[in-house]
């Protein structure tokens, strides 16, 4: 039987009508959720991540503050940007969009954020805060990874959980939820990542498998146990003649192998990538409470 599918855009449009509600309760209260994200250069993938942003962010009622930068703009330009936000107070999330030209550094960005309005989860004040297990705001894909798994009743405690990447954006921030005590966490850990041999025996030992590894249909359906819950995080475009493009997208599950495995899995598209934004909107709700005092 094949694999139920989690669908992530159905669970994100849940989380989008919570924090629809309570951006109008705070509007009420005459108090306006302002979101601004910076996108730096013309990345095709990028600007249109940032269109999809700024629609939900109107669509939920917020103040959406859209700061374009030109590819070649120096890092002190940018912080200054930055700066300015932190101290604007109609703003009460800020993020800027990656990936950025090669030349800005990205931690040197994360750090000066306030991190009061790190909607995105990646000061290293943040991090530290989740991993001693204190609030904080919470990178939005982990963070959407855990709604994606307790609100289809996939709930990780007492399960094996297998991360396929360790990266700053998904694998650790997902480690450090997945490990903490609660209804959301309490499973034991695995991270797997490029120099880790034989992925495949660690895979197969998953109930749960989440791959945020950035290769296409890396898994394959004899690295997954029989009825394990699949997160398939990657994006992939592959080429693909049948397609106006040119191109279509894929994760970095094989999908069609390993649903016939698997007892869920998620889809690509329309599987984590809603969630991500849904996430984000929910930090920046958060954020703007704390702020306010709301």
């Known amino acids: 039987m094949a694999a139920r599918i989690i669908d992530g855009k159905t669970i994100a449009e849940q989380i989008n009508a919570e924090t629809r509600a309570e951006s109008q309760r705070l ?49 002190g330009d940018l912080l200054a940007l930055i700066d300015d936000l932190n101290f604007d107070r109609k703003i009460h999330g800020i993020l800027v969009q990656s990936p950025l030209p090669k030349h ?20 290293p004040l943040n991090l530290g805060r989740l991993a001693a297990g204190q609030r904080a705001p919470v990178a939005c894909t982990p963070a959407g ?59 197969r030992q998953a109930d749960i498998l989440i791959a945020a590894i950035g290769q296409p249909r890396f898994i ?4 997954v146990k029989p009825g394990a819950v699949v997160i398939d ?10 397609r106006k493009s040119g191109t279509r997208l894929v994760g970095d599950v094989d999908f069609d192998a390993v649903k016939e495995v698997a007892s869920a899995i998620s889809p690509v598209p329309g599987g984590v990538g809603p969630m991500t934004i849904a996430m984000l909107m929910h930090n920046t709700i958060a954020a703007c409470r704390a702020r306010e005092s709301a």
């Open 27 to 75: 509007k009420a209260r005459g108090i306006t959720p302002g979101l601004a994200v910076v996108l730096v250069g013309e990345d095709p993938a990028s600007k249109v991540y940032v269109a999809n942003k700024e629609k939900m962010a109107a669509d939920l009622g917020f103040h959406s503050a859209l700061k374009r930068l030109p590819a070649d703009t120096g890092e």
């Open 104 to 123: 800005l550094r990205e931690d040197e960005i994360w750090d000066d954020i306030d991190p009061t309005k790190d909607v995105d989860g990646f000061h």
């Open 145 to 203: 990874i855990i709604e994606m798994l307790v609100r289809s009743g996939a709930m990780p405690s007492g399960k094996h959980a297998v991360i396929v990447g360790r990266s700053i954006r998904v694998g650790r921030p997902l480690q450090l939820l997945l490990s903490q005590k609660g209804r959301a966490g309490d499973a034991t850990v695995t991270v797997c990542h490029s120099r880790t041999p034989d992925i495949g025996a660690h895979t």
């Open 220 to 223: 394959k359906a004899d690295m």
């Open 233 to 242: 995080v990657g994006i992939n475009a592959v080429p693909d003649a049948t």
